[in-house]
């Protein structure tokens, strides 16, 4: 596709559940980020890929949050035994190169994660 | 510690009104500076950014941002704002070491015919 899509766009889940969110960027992007985005907030960062090597995870907020990107390009954030703290839109982001204060990061429209 | 600041968190201006959105930022060394906005249901968007050289940056749909290194600001203005304007806009900043950007926590604008 043309932009960067993330699937589900909306997930309920109750507390004590596992959660996976997909990240489909666009086509030859080098760099992946994964944001957290509180209501009223302005989005938290949580990892950033390149390629398919991690190289920051500094902004996950727990051992309950995971992130891969196996093949450099499709990205899975997963949410272990949510909480109700977890619910937030998770917001992807991609962009060609693999600077992130040289680049133009490219959204998606975000998976809004509600834990009951 | 790193971090950036924005001033007005819900904005209410009429048609033809000027607009002029703070942004402070707190980094050392060199700093890149981003405003991105999202309109009502869509994803966000870069408006305009600044790297380097002239500090009067212009973006699209008639915005533009000055970077004033004196006051660590990077004020977001528009002359003469439309409905469409109706958005929130984020500033955000980027040093040159680690891959985070840094946003604020946004300000929502409402244009009103």
């Known amino acids: 596709g043309a932009g960067v899509s993330q699937s589900p766009r909306y997930k309920v889940a109750k507390r004590g559940q596992d959660v996976a969110l997909r990240c489909d960027p666009i086509s030859g992007h080098v760099s992946l980020f994964w944001y957290q985005q509180a209501l009223g907030q302005g989005p938290e960062f949580l990892t950033y890929?390149?390629?398919?090597?991690?190289?920051?995870k500094s902004g996950l907020p727990s051992d309950r949050f995971f992130a891969e990107r196996p093949e450099g390009s499709v990205s899975t954030l997963k949410i272990q035994r949510t909480q109700q703290e977890d619910s937030a839109v998770y917001l992807c982001?991609?962009?060609?190169?693999?600077?992130?204060?040289?680049?133009?990061?490219?959204f998606g429209e975000g998976s809004r994660l509600t834990v009951l | 510690a790193q971090s950036v600041s924005q001033h007005n968190h819900h904005v209410i201006l009429s048609e033809a009104a000027s607009l002029e959105l703070g942004c402070n930022y707190s980094y050392g060394g060199t700093v890149n500076l981003f405003w991105y906005v999202q309109y009502p249901g869509q994803h966000l968007q870069l408006l305009l950014k600044?790297?380097?050289?002239?500090?009067l940056v212009k973006g699209i749909k008639g915005f533009e941002a000055e970077f004033i290194k004196s006051k660590f600001s990077f004020n977001l203005r528009k002359p003469s704002v439309q409905w469409s304007d109706t958005a929130e806009y984020f500033c955000?900043?980027?040093?040159?070491?680690?891959?985070?950007?840094?946003f604020g926590k946004g300000t929502s604008l409402l244009v009103t015919p």
């Open positions: 982001a991609s962009s060609l190169v693999g600077q992130v204060n040289t680049g133009e990061l490219f």
């Open positions: 890929f390149q390629n398919e090597a991690q190289l920051d």
């Open positions: 955000a900043a980027a040093g040159n070491s680690g891959y985070a950007l840094n």
């Open positions: 600044y790297f380097s050289g002239d500090p």
